[in-house]
Structure formats: C-alpha cells, structure tokens
C-alpha cells in the first residue's frame, strides 16, 4: 500500500467542557465526556473521524459490556465437560456426539434486536434473525433452526393500536427472513405486558450443526506470521445502512425514534441464502487446503470492528484499505464505510496465495455481483505483524493506532439499590364460576394458542425436524441424517416473575427451561441468556440486573444432573440489552431470557405433549403450592402482576427434572409437559388439545387429591411440576422410579375417548367443555393482534 | 443407476433434502447449481426443481426462473419423456415455462396465485392431505400410492393456488386427467373447506402434470415427510398411529413416510431396485 498522509482529527483535547458536548452532538457520537478523556489517554491524541467512531461503538453498551461484564464474570458458570468454547466468541460450542466416526459439536448464539424492532418492526425482527445466523455461521456451522422470544405491550391497553402495529411488523420480520432463508423455528415464546408498550423485546436464538475439527475462530492465526495473510471482504456493498446502530441500541428510546429509522439495517434474506451456500462451499475447500484461516461475521462496527477483533485476538495488526471495498454508486465518508452496518457481510483472514481462488467461489460460481448489484467478495486488508492497526482511505491513514488500544474496551462501576419493597399482595376474590373462569383464560393473552403466529414460520424446511413448536415442550431435531443423535432446544422467560423476584423469578425460568427439555427426553448440556433491562445508570434497575444474574448462576450450578456437587450447565453465550424503557422513564419488566440446549443420544424416544391413548392414566408430580403471586390467575382476577412467588426446592426440582428424563428415556411416558403459567388446568387443557393436532381425545382431571386448598389454587397454581400420559402397565414402574428418587406422584387424570375437558372437584363439576369448542377460543384467542 | 439433478437456483432452499429423500430409494442425486454449463444437465435421467425463493420471487414467483438457460433446458429433456418434479417453488418455475400443462405448447396457461383463505392471507406452513387421481402421470409419480390414501404433508407457502384465466383451459385439464393429485380431508373425501382445503386452489389442485404426464408441479413437500421421524407425533389416522408405534424405535422412525411414495414412484418409472425396505 502507498505511503499516507495523516487524516485531519477532532478537537476533542482543545475543547472545554461545553464544546465538546457540543462537538459530540454534532458528530452524532454518544461517548460520555469521562470516555472521551479515557480516548485521548489511550491515543494520546485527537482522533479522526473515524477513530472516534470507532471507540464510540466498540465503547457502546451493546458492544462493550461496559456496566455488565463484572457481574457477568462474577456469577456465571461457563465452563463444564460439555464446553468447547464458552463466552466470547460469536457464539457458543458444545460437544454433541459422534456419528460414523465423526465427532459433531453444536453452536448456539442469543441476541436481542430491541430497539430496532420497536422503532421499525419488520426490518428490525429480520435483522435480528439475520444477524443471529450470520453469527452461528461464521464458527463454521451449518444453521439448523432458529428460535424466537417476543415480548409485546398490553394488546389491550392504552396503546394497543401501536402494539398490535409492532405484534404484526415483527412476526413478518421473522417469517419474511427465517422462511427464504431456509432454517428451520424450532420455537418461541410471547409474551404481552403493558410495560412493553413503548419498547418491545424481540430476542433470537439460533442454533448450529458443525464437524467438531473443523470449527473456525474468529482470529487471524499464529500461521500469519510465516506467510502474508490478507483480509476478504464477502457480501453486500457496503453502505450507509445501520450507521450507528450500535450506539442506537446502547440508548433509550425518545420521542424523535422516527428519525432513528435510519440506524436500522435492511435485510437480505435472499442474499444471505445464496451467501450461505458459497459459504459452505468455501469453508469446504478451505478447510481441505489444510491452511488455517479465520473467518467472523460483520454486525455492529462493521469492517473496523471486525478488523481490529480478528486481528487483535490472534495478537496481530491490520491494514484495511477502504479503497478496496465495494460500495453501491455513490461517495461514502471513511467513517460511514468503516462503521457501518450493511447487513450480509462476512470476513475471511487467509494466506494471500489461497485468496484468488476464494474469490472466483463466491464472484463466479455463487455468482455474487449478478444476484445483488454490486455484491462481491474483495480483498480489503492485509495482516500485520507488529500488532499496529491501520485504516486507510485516498492516501490518507484516517485511523492508526496500536490494535489493543482499539479493542481495549471500558467498564463502568455503577451503583445499586434495592427496590423498595413491593406493597402486600391484595386477597384475590373468591372464584364462583369456575368454567367461565377457565374459558376467560384460555383466550387470555399469555395463554392462548401461539398457533396464529407459528403458522408463519417454516417448521419443516431442512427436513430435521422430530418434534416441532408446539409439539412438545421443546424443538426436536435430527440434526444429522442416519444418525440416532438428536437435539432440543427451548426459550423462555416470565417477566412478571423476574419483576416480583429478580433472583428467585430468574431462578425460576431456568428451572422452566430444564423442565422443557427433559420433557421431551433431552438432557440439558447448555444456556444461553440475553438480559434484557432499562437504564443500568438507575441503581435500582441494575440492582435487579445484578440479582437476577445471581439467581441465574445459582440455579444453573444447583440444576446440573449432580447438584452443586457436580459441573453446571454451563452459559455458553449471550447479550445484555440495557436501556430498554421509553423517553417517560417507563422500564419494561426486568426481563431476561433463557434458552436452554440438550441432546438425546437416541433421537426416537422424544415425546410430545399431547395425550396419545384412551385409557391411559395421568399422572401429577409437583405440589400445587398456595402461592399466586405473578401468576396468570392473580392478573386475571385482580390486574396485579406482583406477589410471592410459589416455592423453588433446588433439590427437589432437580431430583423431579432428572426422574422424569429418565422416565422419558425408559419409555414410562407417552406424553409430557412441564407445568409453568396457568398451572395445573393450563397444562392438563393442552395435553387434551394437542399442541401441533389432535387424534380427537380428551381429559378427565379430578382435583380433589390435591389437598384442600382452594379449587382455583390446585388449578391455576403455577409452582414447578410436571403432568405425565402413563399407560396403565407402566405405572408401577414409574411409580417405583419416583419412589426411589425421593419424587412426589399423584394419580390425577383418565384420557377419554371424547373430545371433552373436564374437571371434578368431589362430587362437583368445575369444568366441562366441549374441546372443539375450546380450541376455537384457544386459537382466536391473539388471532386479532396477528391478523 | 439412474441419476438426477436437483437445480440449484439462487434462493431455492430445499435441495439437499430432496436429494436425501432420492437418494433414499436409489436414484443417486447430485445439486446442479444454475449456472453451470447447461449441456451438464442433459447427463440425467430425472430432475428435480426444489423448493424456496427462487430469485426472491421478483415479479412473481418462479417469473425469473422460468427465464433460465438451465430450466429451459430442462424444459428440452423433458420433451424426450424424462421426469421433472417442480416441488413447491420449483412448481412455481414449471407453471412460469409453460410446459405444466402444456396444452398449447409455447402458451404460460395456469399461474399459482396468492393464497385464499379466511382471515388468514398470506404464507402458511402446515400439515394437510391429498390423494391421488387416475391420470397421466399416475404411472411416473404415484405407481406405488392407493388411489384411496389421504396422505399427510407438509405444504409452506403463499401462492400455491393453481388458477386460470381460461376456461378451456381448466376443462381439458379435468377432463385430461392432469390435476393428479387433490387436497382431501383426513378421511379423504374432497377438501370443501380451509383448511383442508388450505388456500382455494382451483379443482382443489395440489400438483397438476402436464399432459404426457412427465413433469408434475407439486405444491406440498414431500421430501419433509419421506421419513416417518417427519410425521407429526399427534397426527389422527394411519399414519398418525405408526408414528406413535414408532416411539422409541430409531429404526422404525428412519423408514418411510407419507412423502416416500412420490421417490419411490419415480424409481420405479426409472428403472431402480429401491433398496430394502425404502419403498412403499
């Protein structure tokens, strides 16, 4: 490259404290005045335009974990023997078993796309699930499904024209991305709160399928310092879209968030298929040159974010020509081409000898600049190795500066205060309906059918799949063909749980989770979190934060097969989202999110939810505790989300979780489902419907050996559990296993022949209802917000 | 050994799972991406026009596609009697050339038009059933299926109502025998209603062949139920209750399912010894 002039720089040293607030609004840049002292330390200078860019979005909430990463590193547990990369790369490896010889690993990734998706919906969810894949993809893996956790406001409520408005844009978002691009949903959840109102949540899991030996890090290698290495761009043209976006994520949503739109990405979903394929093609044929390479994703800070980490995290430096970047027609400022977000693009660091062959994959085989104008694969940079980091644009260096300046990040102490504590719970008032009651709250919001929505969403696509959404607690697949290796996969969160409790609430969607998955017969080997809360800076918010962390980490240790006693299911990836509240100061519901990873060695034993065979007997195991608080009950018959929450026994929730996976695995059951809100009638109501379709059965569920509480609080209690399908033959057998476990089993249901759902109390009919009937109120229950 | 290309076309996105579901009953499958020289394609007995989004469905879907030297070329085998299934998308291409159905050759002569549906437009992914009719194309794509089975598929899209503008047209392909296969209820009676019949196709048309009975555009999929694994666990009927038996018995679950009588048809008409315990 020729010599550089140096680029002109930013006052920032001159400035006093007026004018460099003033400056930092006129550059668009949300560096606090502390950060921009700490810049000027690590230079020792004024920075370009592009340097300062540059620290602004590595320096941003979303990027740097700045207030998280403390708390984050205090209490979770991310290593166990089922790791193989843990926390900090684009996603999570686990080892997941071998087939003909063949070790395979899977990778899981967790991201929230929050503020775009509230500010536009449909662009913001399809970048969510694009930038997602991109991340699973770029280890090396193959995408097998994605996974969607959406929180919406009170469709109800003060706002519900906007709600509805976003419920729409973001389903569109997903199905309009996820379905051309050919990957699977392996599920979701949604969940509407009036504290979403102005800021919805839409979190995204994706999941994928790699050789164990032939995951790719995102690092240049130490083989770069024996022969040049050089640096190719792969996709889209970049452009002014998602200038900023980090930055944008990293703040709080204000009244002028229409004029935000333009931080928002455009997708591609047809771009990012035909991209995957030449990827494939290309990790194919690199990996059989036996020359090792790096290769990462392109998502907040564009090329100088993944630049400088590729070559930071092999210990070298970089060049970046932007000269060499293609662009659609038109001129771009430096900062714009380094930082911005254009969606589609990958980068490779490989030897300079292998690059031309690299690109005719994608420019002339996978035909790139004919499918999308302008697209292309470039080379754009070239590998240093005296560890000094380079940008340069028209002869001018308009970024220079040792590489662990740039990627040297920043953290933030910040204070914390408990919440006062929340007023009493009100009585509930007693329930004299009981069967209205039920039919309220099957088409209640939080309980009715996600049918309406998951119709949308390709289930099928990849032909993996074993058990879809909604067909049993959790996503099944057959990842690879010929093999008994199967994997589950769920996602889940109760924000009014969290906001009653931040600890126990956590603590609690983890235990939710786990239930999920050995339901289905799946031993849980991973979590993923993404922690979505409002303003760290308020001492109560990240109090909460903290908590909720705590809780996290607890129950993940305290839930492993073995207890504390053995290794944890480990936390392999995440996101933090924080500023989720609107201009007002109204924070959403402390709300973090959990999915949760296991593998079946044998993929056939996977069992749905729904009931299979007139005559078999249902089976309870979890105490239906007294307590309502948070639950759907109290909110239903009160319009209060906060309370006590029911009792969480890591022992005993840990002793049931793992009889019951063996109980699965042995055969014992022919349905399962786990118990969380609504409760006992919830559950047991859709093990009678059929979560994917129904052979036309129903329930009969006498709840007088529950105790002697109120009806509603055996009914609609939410504390842990489990309702099993058990033919009458393999009773006894289950009966002993629990026996032995220390695991409570009460007899408390008959599969009918008849499509009817009924409940007895004594001598009493509580519930009778015809299930046709039922599943019309069920599924059009949400119907009008989604269509 | 016969040998078949499944077109790869930018944004298609079923291809490895159709060459799964032919490799399974013997036909070795290779994905022949677009634009490779189209003399390549002329070297296979049978093709295979996947499913997804071809060129993004620009001006319609399968519109760009139809236009391609490789499809056109495709379009040219199958003049000598080669089959051509177009599933779904792939569908979409074969209707945008003409050659489905074919009765004025040269003439595009059905479109599939966005779905019908009550209160619920667009694109949809769910389970429904078709059976099979006598026909032209029984012999190539349903040899091996009962003209009584409902069979349970998978469908995934928003425009898959085969539709025509031309009378004559719709009366020669009843009275020819070309819709081959139709959206039933799970007791196979005709499908009168959404969502059985899930998107108002005309005749309740799931996949109409052309009038030699060689090329058959297909809107379900069934490469996602070639294996019984694929079967919904609930799903009511024969198949619903193999699947139950199935449960915990891996090798049960690797056999066929409700889509593997379309591979097996095909094998059939090709000449293959399905391998043991592939067929149905």
Partial sequence: MPPTAEAPVLPFAESDPAALKKLLAAEGLRLAPGEVAKMLELLGRNPTRVEATLFDTMWSEHCSYKSSRRVLKAYLPTESPDVILGPGEDAGVVRFGVHEGVEYALVIGHESHNHPSQVVPVEGAATGIGGIVRDINCMGAEVIGVLDALRFGDPEGPRAATVREIVRGVVDGIWQYGDPLGVPNLGGDVFFSGRYDENCLVNVVALGLVR????????????????????????????????????????????????????????DPFLKRVLFEANRAALAWLHGQGAPFGFKDLGAGGIACVSSELAAAGGFGMDVDLDLVPTPEGEYPSEVLACSETQERFAFVVPERLAPRLLQIYNEEYALPLVYHRARAAVVGRVRTDGRYRILRGGQTVCDAPVEVVTAGIQHERPRRARPAAPPESPLPPVRDHDALFRK???????????????????????????????????????????KLGCAITVDGNPWYVAADPYWGTAHVVAESLRNLVAVGARPIALTDCLNFGNPEDPEVFDEFETSVKGLGDAARALGPKGEAGPPIAIVSGNVSFYNESSTGRAIEPSPI?????????????????????????????????????????????????????????????????????????????????????????????????????????????????????????????????????????????????????????????????????????????????????????????????? | MARAAVLQIPGVNCEYESARALEAVGIEARVVRFNEPASVLSEFDAYVLPGGFAFQDRIRAGAVAAKLPAVERIARESESGKPVVGICNGAQVLVETGIVPGIHPGRVELALAPNRAPRRPGYQCRWIHVRASEGPGRATFASTLSLDEAVPLPLAHGEGRFATADPDVRARIESQGLVLFRYVDAAGRPAASYPDDPNGAMLQAAGITNVAGNVLAFMPHPERAAWLRMMPQDWPGAWGDRRRAAIGSFDALEGPGPGRFLFASLAKRLGVAAPEGAAR
Wanted: charged share 25%; proline share 5%.
């Fill in chain 1, 594 to 787: 959990i999915a949760a990873l296991g593998v079946l060695d044998d993929y056939s034993v996977a069992i749905t939810s729904g009931l299979k065979r007139a005559g078999n007997v249902v089976v309870l195991t979890g105490a239906r505790e007294a307590r309502l608080g948070a639950s759907q009950l109290r909110h239903a018959l009160t319009g209060e989300t906060g309370g006590r929450l029911p009792t969480l026994d890591f022992e005993s929730e840990r002793r049931r979780t793992y009889a019951v996976l063996d109980a699965v695995r042995q055969g014992l059951l022919l349905a399962c489902h786990d118990i969380a809100e609504g409760g006992l009638a919830i559950t047991a109501f859709e093990m009678a419907l059929g979560g994917f379709a129904s052979q036309g059965l129903g329930l009969q569920l006498p709840i007088s050996a529950l105790g002697d509480t109120a009806a509603e609080v055996r009914l609609y209690s939410e504390a842990p559990g489990f309702l099993l399908e058990v033919r009458k033959e393999a009773l006894p057998r289950l009966m002993s296993l629990f026996a032995e476990r220390g695991v409570d089993a009460t007899i408390t249901g008959r599969v009918l022949d008849e499509p009817r759902f009924k409940v007895l109390d004594g001598g009493s009919t509580l519930i009778d209802i015809d299930l046709a009937e039922a599943s019309r109120l069920h599924s059009d229950g949400i119907r009008p917000y989604v269509e």
């Fill in chain 1, 441 to 483: 709250l099957i088409a209640s919001p939080n309980l009715a059918s996600r049918e309406p929505i998951v119709r949308y969403y390709d289930t099928e696509v990849q032909g993996r799949a074993v058990l879809r959404a909604g067909e049993g607690d959790a996503g099944v697949l057959a990842p690879i063909p010929g093999s």
């Fill in chain 1, 212 to 267: 164990t030996d032939q995951v790719v890090r995102s690092r240049v290698p130490e083989a770069a310092k024996n022969e040049p290495y050089v640096l190719v761009l792969v996709g889209k043209p970049t452009d002014e879209s998602g200038f900023g976006g980090a930055s944008f994520a990293s703040a709080i949503l204000d009244e002028e968030a229409e004029d935000q739109r333009g931080h928002v990405q455009v997708p």
